[in-house]
């Protein structure tokens, strides 16, 4: 599923890197280390990495989420600012030369995610009202917001090359 749709709503952030100049390897778990603001205690961080192809194609490659309060959670001075950290799955991926890393950061993925009321009130309560949460992610020197992949290192000698395609 191409994830260009999603991308273009305002409540998704999204940060692409320069086209890759070479293979990269990501095997093992992924994370995402984020300083967060939110106007509600109770919300929900998703958090999903995508491998963009050349013509723009958007495909995920793995996803994970995080239900705020959480024991996880650390505050970060008195200005309202959490530092999170969200375990995406773990993942086998080989991002091809040419190809760029995409990084979403949402509020809720609905419906694989149950929305997340705002309030605090156990989910299936009868009287669950909706609350909008105004969410900020920082990425500055003081908060340094990240993505943490685990690169698979391999040596020439050592790595097979990729089988050439069928001609047929």
């Known amino acids: 599923m191409d994830n260009r749709p999603l991308e273009r709503r305002p409540d998704v952030l999204a940060f692409t890197s320069p ?9 093992g778990p992924v994370g995402a280390d984020l300083f ?3 106007d509600r205690a109770c919300t929900d961080f998703i958090v999903r990495l995508c491998d963009v192809a050349p013509d723009g194609t958007s495909r995920n490659v793995c996803e994970g989420g995080l239900r705020l309060p959480a024991v996880a959670e650390k ?12 375990d995406l799955w773990p993942t086998g991926h080989r991002f091809a030369r040419g190809h760029r890393i995409r990084v979403h950061v ?11 009321p705002g309030t605090g009130e156990p989910l299936a309560t009868t009287e669950t009202r909706m609350v909008k949460a105004h969410q ?3 990425h500055d020197p003081d908060h340094p917001s990240a993505i943490i992949l685990p690169i698979a290192e391999r040596s020439p000698e050592a790595a097979v090359p990729a089988p050439e395609e069928d001609p047929v």
């Open 75 to 86: 505050p970060v001075g008195t200005d309202g600012v959490r530092r999170i950290a969200v």
């Open 19 to 27: 086209a890759l100049t070479a293979d990269l390897d990501v095997i």
């Open 106 to 116: 949402t509020s809720g993925a609905h419906p694989k995610v149950a929305v997340n």
């Open 136 to 138: 900020e992610v920082f």
């Open 36 to 38: 967060v603001r939110s």
